[in-house]
């Protein structure tokens, strides 16, 4: 069975495809405690994505800064917002199919 680290992994930007699946998840726990604090379905989701897609921006900007090893992508940035928005559309799916 290959990993994400083996090179003969045949996945085009594999790297961005974890960064995605990343904030997909990060999005979703993010979002399920800002419910459980009682802020509303839209609140909440507006919140968090934005939060997010902010968050995912610094930790991008802070490896240009303040590393010497790595470096900013806009890719990066682009993939975790992709990630993150394609959660919160699964979130807003599932709670109006479950409202109905």
Do not use: P
């Amino acid at each position: 069975m290959k990993n994400f680290q083996d090179e003969n992994l045949d996945l085009e930007h594999k790297d961005k495809f974890i960064h995605g699946s990343f904030y997909f998840g990060f999005t979703v726990l993010w979002y399920l405690s800002a419910r459980a604090k009682n802020i509303s379905g839209f609140k909440a989701r507006a919140l968090v994505f934005t939060a997010a897609v902010t968050y995912g921006i610094l930790i991008e900007v802070c490896q240009e800064l303040f590393t010497k090893d790595r470096s900013a992508d806009v890719q990066d940035a682009i993939a975790n917002s992709t990630g993150s928005a394609f959660a919160i559309l699964v979130i807003w799916l599932f709670e109006k199919i479950r409202n109905k």
